[in-house]
């Protein structure tokens, strides 16, 4: 997308598309950029899946309330469990991006689809399903290390539940490879992809309203806004709308994969089922605000850390015609 910023001004590039960019130093920027966000915005992760395999307010009140708890009986490093194993999905999220701009880029060659909200909404689908096949593993892992901390919590109930693998909770040499052995052990290899059906139906229309909704927000802003505003600025606002939206609308699958994942719920409907006996309406919006308080910031520093890599990355003869 080009927009015109005066009569006699060249034509402003406000979407950099993949043939613009040089993509051996995208990428390489993209993996530094996605393990510093992650490493800032892993504990909101850590609080929400808290909050969002809990009963009701067995243990925590809400996000403030289980920040506190986390940090009194385990420490900051509570609020970092299961970081590195993790991290290890920076892999999943450079296979996310490539789909997703590998796609846009095919639609746009050999089908002549110039319309980004469509390209968007097509490409951030492909890109999650190549991204979820990747990182389920590592989920399933690391969302036991999440919740084993806080039986340290005296006050901690319903200990099964958080604990389904009967792991000895003290334990911090090894967690990482006895949850994989324990794991195993009980389901084989496709313990490893429990609830990966339901991280689908969550995070493959997240990512495609994700993708759909930025062009929106941010066109709009381009054309309300005066000519002269920043397009980063328009871009990270956009992103963050285009966050706060997608959470509120996808909030209760993400709460359905969380507890199949943790409790070992053997199906969606079995899940929902469950969640509702016991929260009713109250579980659509059962760790939101750890949700949008995490998407707000993370939506924010994607954005930011996306844009600026790509216009580092973008070919010399664009570069004039590109504004920060």
Not at 86 to 94: F, L, P, V, Y
């Amino acid at each position: 997308m080009t927009c015109q910023v005066g009569t006699m001004d060249p034509p402003r590039i406000f979407t950099i598309e993949w043939d613009m960019m040089d993509k051996t130093r995208f990428f390489s920027l993209s993996m530094v950029n996605s393990f510093a966000l992650r490493g800032l915005l892993y504990p909101f992760t850590v609080i929400k899946t808290r909050l969002q395999i809990q009963k009701q307010n067995a243990l925590y009140k809400g996000t403030f309330d289980a920040f506190v708890k986390i940090l009194k009986y385990e420490g900051i490093c509570g609020l970092y469990r299961g970081f590195w194993v993790n991290s290890i999905q920076i892999a999943s999220g450079i296979g996310y991006i490539i789909t997703y701009e590998k796609v846009r880029h095919m639609l746009t060659i050999y089908a002549d689809i110039r319309d980004n909200k469509f390209k968007g909404l097509i490409g951030g689908g492909c890109g999650s399903l190549v991204g979820q096949t990747i990182i389920t593993p590592f989920d399933v892992v690391s969302q036991h290390m999440m919740v084993l901390g806080q039986l340290k919590d005296k006050s901690a109930l319903n200990s099964t539940a958080t604990n389904p693998l009967n792991i000895d909770p003290t334990l911090r040499r090894g967690l990482a490879a006895t949850i994989i052995k324990e794991v195993y052990k009980k389901d084989g290899l496709i313990g490893f992809y429990r609830g990966y059906y339901a991280s689908l139906c969550t995070y493959v229309p997240s990512s495609a309203l994700w993708w759909m909704f930025y062009p929106v927000y941010s066109d709009t802003l381009a054309a309300s806004l005066p000519i002269w505003t920043s397009h980063m600025l328009i871009h990270c606002i956009g992103g963050q709308l285009s966050g706060i939206s997608v959470a509120v609308l996808t909030n209760p699958l993400d709460v359905i994969r969380a507890r199949i994942q943790v409790h070992r719920m053997n199906s969606f409907s079995n899940a929902l089922s469950v969640i509702w006996c016991e929260e009713g309406i109250s579980f659509l919006s059962k760790g939101l605000s750890a949700r949008l308080i995490q998407t707000f910031f993370s939506s924010f520093f994607v954005v930011l850390g996306y844009e600026t890599l790509k216009r580092w990355s973008v070919y010399d003869k664009y570069k004039d015609q590109i504004r920060w």
